[in-house]
Structures are given as C-alpha cells and as structure tokens.
C-alpha cells in the first residue's frame, strides 16, 4: 500500500521551530517531487515548499521564505520541512504530497500547486500559540 505519513507536529510557542518528517512506504520517493502544504481552519489549503526528485531544486511560498527549510533523504525514504521562528498564522494541519517525474526536463523540479500531486499523507497538526 502507497503511503505517506508525516510526523513532528505539535504545540509551540511563537519564534520556536518544530521539524515535520514525511515517509513513505510502498514505495520509492527516487522519482518523486515532494511537497509540504499546510491548510487552517476556514481557509483553503496552501503551498509551502517542495524539492526536487534529488534535492536540487527547491521552491518556497513568500510567507516561509527565510524561516521553512525543505530537504530530502532518499535512502530513508523521508523529506523533511525545518520550521524556524515559527509565528501564529503557521498554525495549520500540515500534508506532505508526493508527485511522480516521469519526463527528463521535469526531474529537476518541483511545484506548491497542489494539482500534479498523486499521494498525499493525512497530515500533522502544528499549533503555535503562546
């Protein structure tokens, strides 16, 4: 079975940091993109970040710029979203999605528009509130 499963999330206070982890099982992130997107209460669900099949190419919503840090593992099967200086409106359920490569000139890229993404985890809470 196909699946993602993010984990790291939790209560935390303004300008504190938490590290999501995403793994996967049943298969192979190798040729996948992965991307972190995150939705609050009432509001639609957003791009935050995603990387590359190896890593190489990273993109980041404005609002994470400078405090969200993406990154992948492949030998273990896991990416990772680094979560710096954290403030209220982070606050969200956060969802990692996987989207297969299957085109050469793609294998180096990555996008936070929901759409291309084929699996998609259950997601984490992340609560930040003083």
């Known amino acids: 079975q196909l699946q993602l499963v993010e984990s790291g999330g939790g209560l935390v206070q303004p300008g504190g940091s938490l590290r999501l982890s995403c793994v996967a099982s049943g298969f192979t992130i190798d040729y996948y993109a992965i991307g972190w997107f995150r939705q609050a209460p009432g509001k639609e669900r957003e791009g935050v970040s995603c990387i590359s099949m190896r890593g190489g190419s990273t993109n980041y919503v404005d609002s994470v710029k400078g405090r969200f840090t993406i990154s992948r593992d492949n030998a273990k099967n896991t990416v990772y979203l680094q979560m710096n200086n954290l403030l209220p409106e982070d606050t969200a359920v956060y969802f990692c999605?996987?989207?297969?490569?299957?085109?050469?000139?793609?294998?180096?890229?990555?996008?936070?528009?929901?759409?291309?993404?084929?699996?998609w985890g259950q997601g984490t809470q992340v609560t930040v509130s003083s």
């Open positions: 999605a996987a989207d297969r490569k299957r085109f050469i000139d793609t294998f180096n890229t990555c996008t936070v528009v929901a759409g291309p993404y084929d699996y």
